[in-house]
């Protein structure tokens, strides 16, 4: 198959980075503005907790299916169907604006949640059907970036429109506001899907995907994909240490706002900023550590490095919380969020490397279920150890598994499958005599569908 760039490419991955945005908003903003809700719904601190892990417990059971159908229909049916749920979902938290209505936000939540499965495990497959061997790694991270920047939004917002106000009628006021932005905007999002979204370019964006497209589809098993995943050594290892430091960042991310009202009473509109710090650093971090990995393929290294800094940054932070001086956290939160966000589209990346030529949307479903389950657990267990030994104490037994997923981390391989066969493909072309189109295709688009 001839291989080519397609102009669309961009716009398809702007909008997929948009609606994960709005997704990603979803899931953090109740938790963001935690004590808001909590005495809004007069329910306890942990529900309210449990409105964000309903993200991850969604996720476990639904991730087989929806893979299943990514597989077997493609990336625009599972577009359609993020963005559809998404919209629908917040929608229906617009029921739930009275304090006896908190069943229904869990009801919208939990639509939210169905749709973020149509949505974690496409940014390494949208990377690689739509994109060259020289900038996959770049636009994985650029598709992170909207899950990304939407928990950034998540923290910074909703303490602007919802403030802590007595009155219930006002506060249900700015919280309308507030599910009446997002519905609007998640709307607009899934008609853009319909008009723009497409299964995939004309060409094959390299000679990775080339081969991939040419292999008849009988050939191919889903079950037997999932099997020899869960042979692969490398992968096995990459699953749990991307489960350990996602799951931890997971945790952070939902028990932030406590964690910051505790030692700064009154500091939600701080609470949210600083949460904003550690997903923009993240961002930065994620865009570095894509560019990086196109230009250097430095897989192992790179990952080691990045678990490394964001067991360093756990621990400064840890330390510094309960310093008394706000600007301080802001620096450790910078810095831990820079590695520890900055390691997401490395593990889609990374994985897609070990497993090729599997789907990237089975690999990235088996990071995410992982990242889940601990993500579930870390949350649970942190908030209880917050509750009964302190903030501290709660940091520390994360930190603990973020040092064993740095050592587990140190033994993954470099097992290269899709760069390697991108080089083999480039070597045949030159021994033939024929230019190699990889290399071309990856710098000069000369098509767009």
């Known amino acids: 198959a001839e291989v080519r760039l397609s102009r669309r490419r961009w716009a398809v991955l702007l909008l997929f980075s948009s609606y994960s945005l709005c997704n990603a908003f979803q899931w953090i903003q109740y938790g963001s503005i935690n004590n808001v809700f909590v005495r809004f719904y007069g329910v306890s601190a942990f529900a309210i907790d449990w409105l964000s892990m309903s993200y991850m417990v969604t996720y476990i059971p639904l991730l087989f299916p929806v893979a ?50 149509f949505i974690l495990g496409m940014p390494s497959r949208i990377a690689s059907v739509w994109f060259g061997s020289r900038e996959v790694s770049t636009a994985c991270s650029v598709a992170v970036f909207g899950n990304q920047l939407g928990i950034a939004v998540g ?191 490395l593990g889609f990346e990374f994985a897609a490397e070990l497993t090729y030529p599997e789907s990237e949307g089975t690999s990235s479903g088996l990071l995410n279920v992982s990242a889940q389950i601990f993500g579930i657990a870390f949350t649970i267990g942190q908030g209880q150890i917050m509750d009964r030994f302190g903030t501290k104490a709660g940091n520390l037994f994360l930190c603990s598994f973020l040092f064993l997923g740095t050592v587990m981390t140190a033994f993954i391989k470099a097992d290269l499958r899709r760069l390697q066969a991108n080089l083999d493909n480039e070597q045949t072309v030159i021994r033939s005599g024929e230019r190699p189109e990889g290399p071309r295709s990856s710098s000069a688009p000369t098509g767009c569908s």
């Open 68 to 117: 299943w159908l990514l597989d077997k229909r493609g990336l625009r049916l599972i577009a359609l169907a993020g963005s559809a749920l998404n919209a629908l979902g917040a929608w229906v938290k617009l029921g739930s604006l009275k304090p006896h209505l908190f069943p229904i936000t869990v009801l919208g939540q939990v639509i939210c949640a169905v749709a973020q499965v």
């Open 155 to 345: 923290f910074l917002v909703p303490p602007v429109l919802v403030p802590n106000v007595e009155d219930v009628e006002k506060l249900a006021y700015h919280i309308s506001i507030m599910f009446f932005m997002t519905a609007g905007v998640a709307t607009a999002l899934f008609i853009l899907v319909i008009i723009v979204f497409k299964e995939k370019p004309l060409h094959p964006p390299s000679p990775a995907q080339a081969l991939i497209q040419s292999r008849p589809t009988e050939e191919y098993s889903y079950v037997q994909s999932i099997l020899r995943l869960l042979r692969n050594a490398n992968f096995l290892l990459l699953m749990v240490t991307y489960g350990l430091n996602t799951g931890c960042f997971y945790a952070l991310s939902t028990l932030l706002n406590r964690m910051v009202i505790h030692h700064y009473p009154g500091e939600e509109l701080n609470a949210g900023r600083i949460g904003l710090t550690i997903i923009l650093s993240g961002v930065a971090g994620a865009l570095v550590s894509g560019i990086w990995l196109d230009r250097t393929k430095t897989y192992t290294q790179t990952t080691l490095a990045v678990y490394i800094m964001s067991l360093v940054g756990m621990i400064a932070y840890t330390f510094t919380l309960s310093l008394g001086h706000l600007w301080v956290v802001f620096v450790t939160a910078g810095l831990l969020g820079f590695f520890m966000t900055g390691y997401l589209p």
